[in-house]
C-alpha cells in the first residue's frame, strides 16, 4: 500500500524560508513522478510543483516560479519543496502526490496522480 507522508510546515514570518519533506513507502520511488500542491482556505486545491521519476525535469505554477524549488533523493523515497522568499498567499495546507510513470496526464492535473498525503499547513504572517 502506497503511502506519503508530509513534514516541515510551519509559521514563518513573510520573507522567510520553509523546506517541506514528503516520503514514499510501500512501493518503488522511481516508479512515481511527485508533485506538490496546495489549498488555501476558501480555495480550491491547486498545482505547485512537480518533478519526473528520474529528477530531471521540473514543472513549477507560475505564482512560485523562482522561489520554490522541487527536488527528489531515491536513497531516502523523499521528495522535497525548498520555499524560499514566502508571501502571505503562500499560506495553505501543502499536499504531496505521486503520479504513476504509465499516466500520461498533465503533471498540472490532480486527476493525474493516483496518491496522495494528508498535508502539511504552511503559515506565512505578514
Known amino acids: 500500500q502506497v503511502q506519503l507522508v508530509e513534514s516541515g510546515g510551519g509559521l514563518v514570518q513573510a520573507g522567510g524560508s520553509l523546506r517541506l519533506s514528503c516520503v514514499l513507502s510501500g512501493a518503488t520511488f522511481s516508479s512515481y513522478a511527485m508533485g506538490w500542491f496546495r489549498q488555501a482556505p476558501g480555495k480550491e486545491r491547486e498545482f505547485v510543483a512537480a518533478i519526473n521519476w528520474s529528477g530531471i525535469t521540473t514543472y513549477y505554477a507560475d505564482s512560485v516560479k523562482g522561489r520554490f524549488t522541487i527536488s527528489r533523493e531515491k536513497d531516502k523515497n523523499t521528495v522535497y519543496l525548498q520555499m524560499k522568499t514566502l508571501k502571505p498567499e503562500d499560506t495553505a495546507v501543502y499536499y504531496c502526490?505521486?503520479?504513476?510513470?504509465?499516466?500520461?496526464?498533465?503533471?498540472?492535473?490532480?486527476?493525474?496522480?493516483?496518491?496522495w498525503g494528508q498535508g502539511t499547513q504552511v503559515t506565512v504572517s505578514s
Open positions: 502526490a505521486a503520479r504513476p510513470v504509465q499516466y500520461s496526464r498533465s503533471y498540472y492535473a490532480e486527476g493525474a496522480y493516483a496518491y
